[in-house]
């Protein structure tokens, strides 16, 4: 897929609010255009970080989820449940094959892709949110892959590092915000450090001594990049 593959919706937005999404000083807001990885092991709450980064933006701005592992009704019920989850500018690429939904017809809020290899529909389905969405967007875009790790049980590494050279280019160009996780316990370092390498800033969680979860942000000059509780 091509970087002409996801020529579309533009935004006029500057910066991207946070708030105390992730709660680390220094990491309230982002410039349009920045990609953002969320790394961590299972369980540490990946999934529901992303949405709620995606819904922060939701009274203004649009929402895209690329989802290869749960569902698009599913999906849309979970970010509803977040603290800010608008499901009217909420839009979503299914391309979990479950059920035969790739041959399910598209609805306005959720397209539907036949499998997670299939990396090309992948971008036809994200090309068909943002012309639904409209050609310029007031309130930016928050464009989302949920997540990688699932994508590279069905492609080669190669081929989603290209595509997601793609889409994280695409962000920058159009000044979106974009967001992705990624679990490196799956993963060979290199590799994972190989996809990190397209990111502007990586939120890293883990699972702290004692219980509980811990977050830093890594690539943001105003945030420390100790760890903190949340």
Same mark, same amino acid.
């Given at each position: 897929?091509?970087?002409?593959? $996801? *020529? %579309?919706?533009?935004?006029?937005?500057?910066? @991207?609010? =946070?708030?105390?999404?992730?709660?680390?000083?220094?990491?309230?807001?982002?410039?349009?255009?920045?990609? =953002? #990885?969320?790394?961590?092991?299972?369980?540490?709450?990946?999934?529901? $970080?992303? &949405?709620?980064? $995606?819904?922060?933006?939701?009274?203004? %701005?649009?929402? =895209?989820?690329?989802?290869?592992?749960?569902?698009?009704?599913? #999906?849309?019920?979970?970010? !509803?449940?977040?603290?800010?989850?608008?499901?009217?500018?909420?839009?979503?690429?299914?391309?979990?094959?479950? /059920?035969?939904? +790739?041959?399910?017809?598209?609805?306005?809020? =959720?397209?539907?892709?036949?499998?997670?290899?299939?990396?090309? %529909?992948?971008?036809?389905?994200?090309?068909?949110? /943002?012309?639904?969405? +409209?050609?310029?967007?007031?309130?930016? &875009?928050? #464009?989302?892959?949920?997540?990688?790790?699932?994508?590279?049980? @069905?492609?080669?590494? *190669?081929?989603?590092?290209?595509?997601?050279?793609?889409?994280?280019?695409?962000?920058?160009?159009?000044? @979106? $915000?974009?967001?992705? /996780?990624?679990?490196?316990?799956? *993963?060979?370092? *290199? !590799?994972?450090?190989?996809?990190?390498?397209?990111?502007?800033?990586?939120?890293?969680?883990? !699972?702290?001594?004692?219980?509980?979860?811990?977050?830093?942000?890594?690539?943001?000059?105003?945030?420390?990049?100790?760890?903190?509780?949340?």
């Amino acid at each position: 897929m091509s970087s002409d593959g $996801l *020529q %579309g919706a533009v935004t006029d937005t500057e910066t @991207y609010h =946070i708030g105390d999404t992730v709660p680390v000083a220094g990491f309230d807001t982002v410039p349009a255009g920045t990609n =953002i #990885l969320i790394s961590g092991a299972p369980m540490l709450g990946k999934r529901r $970080l992303a &949405l709620e980064l $995606l819904a922060d933006g939701a009274e203004s %701005g649009h929402a =895209i989820a690329v989802t290869p592992d749960t569902d698009g009704d599913r #999906l849309r019920t979970a970010y !509803e449940g977040t603290t800010h989850g608008n499901l009217e500018r909420f839009h979503t690429v299914d391309c979990t094959g479950a /059920t035969g939904k +790739g041959s399910m017809d598209d609805t306005e809020t =959720i397209k539907y892709v036949g499998s997670p290899g299939d990396l090309t %529909g992948i971008g036809v389905g994200i090309v068909k949110c /943002t012309r639904d969405i +409209g050609h310029e967007i007031d309130g930016g &875009l928050r #464009l989302s892959v949920l997540s990688l790790s699932t994508i590279l049980q @069905y492609a080669n590494n *190669q081929r989603v590092f290209n595509f997601l050279h793609t889409i994280t280019g695409r962000v920058s160009a159009a000044d @979106y $915000l974009g967001i992705a /996780t990624i679990d490196p316990t799956t *993963q060979d370092t *290199q !590799e994972v450090n190989t996809l990190t390498s397209l990111f502007d800033a990586v939120v890293e969680l883990r !699972e702290a001594d004692g219980g509980g979860r811990e977050v830093r942000v890594v690539g943001v000059p105003d945030a420390p990049r100790t760890w903190v509780s949340f």
